[in-house]
Structures are given as C-alpha cells and as structure tokens.
C-alpha cells in the first residue's frame, strides 16, 4: 500500500476520540501555552500541495467540562519547508466570573522543516496570540523536533515529539474575588512538554491518527494534557 504523505496533496477532516486540552482547567489564573498538538510524523507531502486539518474536543482540569476546536491549513513550499496557518477556539462550563477564563481565543503562523540529512527528522517553529478575555490577550513562541518511525513500508508512522514555548500575557489582569482582593496578574511562562502519537493508512485515502500530548509551565497550575484522536481523508 503506497500510501506515503510525501506523494500526495491531503485535505484531512479530524474527528477527536479523546480530550484536546485547550483551556487550563477552565479557571485558568495562569497564560495557556500555543495549541502545537503536532497530528503529524516528520513524513511530508509534495511540493506546492496543501493540507487542511479541523480538530474538535472536549477538555477541562483532568477529565472536565470544556470544549475547543481548532483548524488548520499548510502549504508545503518545497520538499524542506512547509508553511502553516491555524485557528482555536475554546470555552469552558465553569460560572463565569471575574477571576475565571471562560473563553479562549487563538492564532498561529508556523512551520515545518524537513532536513535532507534524514527523512524521518523534522523541526517545527511558531508564532501566534490571543484572547482570554476582552482585555487580556497572550502572545506566544514555540518550537518542536519531531522523530518518526515508519512501519510495514510506511503505511503506518509512530512519531515522538519535543516541545518549548513562551507564553507572554499582555493589556490587562484577573480580578481577584473576596477575600482576596488584590488583582491578579499573569505572568511571562516558560513550557516544556513532549508529544506521541501514531497514523494508520487504511487505503490510499483514508488515515486513522491518535495523538498524546502534554505541557508543563513555570507558572503554577500551567499543565496541559491532550488525547487526540483522528480521521484523514486524502485527496490528490
């Protein structure tokens, strides 16, 4: 089955199976990190094809009462570089008030590269923001190296994944509710985490994907969890 992500242009449409952790528990007092859940081996598409990719989930502290989406679009400019756009939204059913985060928007530019040296090595590089409430917004930094396996002629991948990223909050702060009343600012946060995940070629247009990701910030209660899960319907 010759169904390789570097010889085809893909259009995927993503359906979650698990958790995608977009919010910090629904009550965030902390900046969230960028949405980097990489989806993807280091294996690439063709040159001047492109991929579109919609994510959608539940999420919360642990096991909560939150939701998000995100989309994307890449281009792949040639057979080192990718270039990307994405979107999240996100909301929680916790009550709102002033020292929750109830919603959750967000953007990202980023990309891939795919050294010659080995095929199975890519680097990933972002920047993005957003909005977590009307007048607190965040900006964002994040890089990752992703290492794939391929399996049974690359018809299946396992790819393992490292992530940093800065998160700095900007234009605003958390009201703090009684008995303490002192505002809360959001401080600059540092993360580190790690991704897993593996994609199953079922034909030469249908892939099933599973993805485990997780973050751990500087700033207290700053730890994301996600477990995605996906279906990919290529088209050439």
Known sequence: MKAKMKKRSMLSATMIIGLLMILASGCSLTVPPPNITPHQGALHAP????????????????????AGGNARYQYQLNDNLALGASGTFGFSGEVESDDRVNRIFSGRA????????????????????????????????????????P???????LY??????????????????????????????FFGGFSLGSIVHITDRV???????????????????ALTGGLLISIW
């Open 151 to 157: 399996l049974f002629s690359e018809v299946a991948e």
């Open 110 to 149: 980023y990309g891939r590269y795919y050294p010659e040296l080995c095929e199975y090595i890519s680097f990933g590089f972002g920047v993005g923001g957003g909005s977590l409430k009307k007048d607190l917004g965040y900006l964002s930094l994040d890089s990752s190296l992703i290492l794939s396996v």
């Open 160 to 189: 393992t994944a490292g992530h940093i990223a800065f998160s700095h909050p900007f234009g605003g702060f958390m009201d703090n509710n009684p008995p303490n009343n002192d505002d809360i600012h959001l401080e600059d946060t």
């Open 47 to 66: 040159s001047s094809s492109s991929t579109i990719q919609i994510i959608g989930g539940v999420a919360g502290k642990i096991f909560g009462d939150g």
């Open 207 to 225: 892939a099933l994907s599973v993805d485990i990701s997780t973050m751990f910030g500087t700033a207290e209660d700053s730890i994301y969890f």
